[in-house]
């Protein structure tokens, strides 16, 4: 494998990262669209940022995330998240906090070379190439597909830092 496998981290929420960032307290800097396990309410899409430095004082976390409150099914499917008060909650995360979710499952596209990432329950992602290759389920389930199932390869990624690599023990697609 050259290089680095880096997930295709696509702004399909229409979010205003810049907007976002400016309206938290502290200076912070972008992670990802990514997703975390929050209690109560399972695996959700959320912008995460990184605190450079967290007001401790305040109680706030090395890494602090914005997600949705539109619906049970998040934010994916909804345009323009400007008014950040309404529309979002803020929560964070230690460093220590943040090791149990940061290392979640996705698939690899060896013929487009994406990695994509499914990001809550219901985000069906496709690469965009011939192959179809696909990926759903969030961090509840992996199902995977491909027109070629050999050129589809389960990976794990970190969230902190975009990266993927291929699993060594390969996973069968799931039916639903
Ligand atoms: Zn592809």
């Known amino acids: 494998m050259k290089g680095s496998m880096i997930v295709?981290?696509?702004n399909y929420y229409g979010v205003n990262v810049e907007k976002l960032a400016a309206s938290l307290?502290?200076?912070?800097?972008?992670?990802?669209?990514?997703?975390?396990?929050?209690?109560?309410?399972?695996?959700r899409p959320v912008v995460l940022f990184?605190?450079?430095n967290p007001n401790r004082a305040k109680g706030h976390k090395d890494y602090v995330f914005l997600f949705g409150v539109i619906s049970a099914d998040d934010f994916i499917a909804t345009g323009n998240k400007d008014d950040i008060k309404t529309k979002f909650y803020i929560s964070g995360r230690n460093e220590n906090e943040?090791?149990?979710?940061?290392?979640?499952?996705?698939?690899?596209?060896?013929?487009?070379?994406t990695v994509l990432h499914s990001v809550h329950r219901h985000d069906y992602k496709l690469c965009g190439c011939s192959n179809e290759t696909m990926v759903d389920g969030g961090q509840d389930y992996l199902r995977?597909?491909?027109?070629?199932?050999?050129?589809?390869k389960p990976v794990t990624i970190d969230i902190l830092t975009g990266k993927a690599k291929i699993k060594r023990?390969?996973?069968?697609a799931k039916k639903s």
């Open 8 to 10: 295709a981290n696509e």
């Open 25 to 43: 307290e502290g200076e912070v800097e972008f992670v990802g669209f990514t997703s975390l396990d929050i209690q109560g309410a399972g695996w």
């Open 50 to 52: 990184h605190a450079k």
């Open 98 to 113: 943040i090791q149990e979710e940061r290392y979640q499952h996705g698939v690899y596209c060896t013929e487009c070379k």
């Open 144 to 152: 995977f597909g491909g027109l070629d199932l050999n050129k589809v």
């Open 169 to 172: 023990v390969t996973r069968h």
